[in-house]
């Protein structure tokens, strides 16, 4: 059975730094890949970032790159998202979920999805 947990997220201003962390029991062999998405009020749920377990490929949305970084560690399945610079409106719920490809970034072809983490950024 596939559980995602996400945790990490927090209340920080503008230009603050946050880590989310996501352990991902029973992947192993569910999933190539795994995403980060955040759903920020009322918007559509849309990808941040993404990474292959095997070779650590990365991809990013053009609103996060420079800014974030996805990583992973497999001896624990925990993949991370280290956020620096962080802006308002980068303010959302951050979820992981496993992922077709690290460039995945249709939400709705993601099989498992773990309940997500608040992110909020003050101005």
């Known amino acids: 059975q596939v559980q995602l947990v996400e945790s990490g997220g927090g209340s920080v201003q503008a230009g603050d730094s946050l880590s989310l962390s996501c352990v991902a029991s029973?992947?192993?062999?569910?999933?190539?890949?795994m995403g980060w998405f955040r759903q920020g009020p009322g918007k559509e749920r849309e990808f941040v970032a993404g990474?292959?377990?095997?070779?650590?490929?990365?991809g990013y949305a053009a609103s996060v790159k420079g800014r974030f970084t996805i990583s992973r560690d497999n001896a624990k399945n925990t993949v991370y998202l280290q956020m620096n610079n962080l802006k308002p409106e980068d303010t959302a719920v951050y979820y992981c979920?496993?992922?077709?490809?690290?460039?995945?970034?249709?939400?709705?072809?993601?099989?498992?999805w773990g309940r997500g983490t608040q992110v909020t950024v003050s101005s």
């Open positions: 990474i292959s377990w095997r070779a650590g490929t990365t």
């Open positions: 979920a496993s992922t077709i490809s690290p460039y995945q970034s249709i939400a709705t072809a993601s099989k498992y």
């Open positions: 029973g992947i192993t062999g569910s999933s190539n890949s």
